[in-house]
């Protein structure tokens, strides 16, 4: 009986950290190999939470969402199949096109960002409200576009109320167009 119970309690403890966008495999190795839409980018994920201004003037030009992209009833494990990637392509008029692609959240979380730009860095804040009884996950893409870049050296920093923050050192030019791996 003990054992079932502390089994439950370790489960229950790993499924809290999930939802809350806590656990996952931060990797940050990187394949350089080229592919025709976008290069392969170094960058960094930490475990850090990320610290946002949220008097500092809100640079998003637009924000969407797909909502989550399985059945709600998708188990924790079938989510972890999806790769999450940050892919970014520079507009002609000085914006950023950011896609965050297939990061877990609750299933049904609410999400909202933000971004500013502090010199030469790009904040995207992520803010996600959960349920705290929810019991599933799932992948969600979102998309943001960031305005007002001159071209030269950014670091893109994306983070939010999860358990990690992205940074990707960026050349702004018109034609960039980079995609970072968060997880395989």
Do not use: W
């Not at 939470?49 to 809100?58: F, G, V």
């Not at 730009?117 to 943001?144: F, R, S, W």
Request: aromatic share 8%; glycine share 8%.
């Amino acid at each position: 009986m003990k054992k079932s119970f502390l089994i439950l309690l370790m489960m229950t403890f790993v499924s809290a950290l999930v939802v809350m966008g806590c656990g996952e495999d931060n990797s940050s190795s990187q394949d350089q190999s080229q592919e025709p839409a976008a290069e392969k980018v170094q960058g960094t994920v930490s475990d850090e939470k990320m610290s946002y201004d949220e008097s500092a003037p809100n640079l998003l030009v637009s924000f969407a969402n797909t909502g989550c992209k399985q059945d709600a009833n998708t188990t924790r494990a079938e989510s972890f199949y999806s790769k999450e990637t940050i892919v970014y392509e520079a507009t002609q008029d000085g914006g950023l096109i950011v896609h965050h692609n297939n990061i877990l959240y609750g299933c049904t979380a609410e999400i909202s960002s933000m971004a500013n730009i502090q010199g030469n860095i790009i904040e995207i804040y992520e803010k996600t409200e959960h349920n705290a009884d929810v019991d599933c996950v799932c992948p969600y893409d979102l998309k943001m576009e960031v305005g007002g870049l001159k071209q030269g050296s950014y670091t893109l920093v994306i983070g939010g109320n999860s358990c990690h923050t992205i940074t990707i050192p960026i050349e702004y030019t018109t034609q960039l167009k980079g995609e970072f791996v968060v997880r395989e």
